[in-house]
């Protein structure tokens, strides 16, 4: 079965340290990876996505993607109490329907 | 652009009543998505639709669970009859349907099940 396993937390850190969000995966045919943001009560919300092996920059977040080791991480920077939320990590299985798998998620925390 | 609607928000039923969720995805995505999300785990897929043909559907409680998409737009999922097991958030997400293109999720439908 394939799985996307994500290290459950909860994640504490203080304002302005860097939060790392780790993620790996079972199926090697996976793709692309999508990290969410998910606050709680709401809808998960596209972070960002990353397809290529190595890190993408956007703002304070980057995606890092090791296809080698089935790994993807997401490293927020300067971390703000706003960034308080669950990160969801999602594997694309590939293929022609393009289904997403979803790890259970991390809850971050960021203190004042 | 408008983002993908669902309703109602929040609905409670007691067990072995029915209940459906409606969502109109964004305008242009051919692909439309249900999944579960039970608290504290991440979305499982439920359906997936290409226009308004099922793609994927082998985690769907099928005794129990429907969804259509007539017309290749709006979709509805029913839940006939509910179980307590079904108390989670029903989320409804589209995309566009091409390669390493993101699903844009709606809200959700809270469903609590006395």
């Known amino acids: 079965q394939k799985e996307v396993e994500q290290n459950s937390g909860p994640l504490s850190v203080p304002e302005g340290a860097i939060a790392s969000l780790n993620c790996t995966y079972s199926?090697?045919?996976?793709?692309?990876f999508f990290w969410y943001r998910q606050y709680s009560g709401k809808s998960p919300e596209l972070i960002m996505f990353i397809y290529s092996n190595g890190d993408k920059e956007d703002g304070r977040f980057t995606a890092q993607l090791n296809k080698a080791s089935q790994y993807v991480s997401l490293l927020i920077r300067d971390s703000q109490p706003s960034d308080s939320a669950t990160y969801l990590c999602a594997g694309n299985s590939g293929g022609s329907n393009y289904k997403l798998t979803f790890g259970k998620g991390t809850l971050l925390t960021v203190n004042p | 652009e408008a983002g993908v609607a669902q309703s109602p928000r929040y609905k409670i039923i007691e067990k072995r009543q029915s209940v459906a969720f409606w969502c109109n995805p964004i305008?242009?995505?051919?692909?439309l998505y249900w999944y579960q999300q039970i608290l504290g785990q991440g979305p499982k897929l439920l359906i997936q639709f290409q226009n308004n043909g099922v793609v994927d559907d082998s985690q769907l409680p099928k005794d129990r669970f429907s969804a259509e998409r007539l017309k290749g737009v709006d979709s509805t999922l029913k839940i006939q009859p509910a179980k307590l097991e079904d108390s989670a958030v029903y989320l409804c997400?589209?995309?566009?349907?091409?390669?390493?293109?993101?699903?844009?999720f709606g809200d959700g439908t809270r469903l609590s099940i006395l």
């Open positions: 199926d090697r045919g996976s793709q692309s």
């Open positions: 305008s242009g995505h051919a692909t």
């Open positions: 997400a589209s995309s566009s349907g091409t390669p390493n293109q993101p699903q844009h």
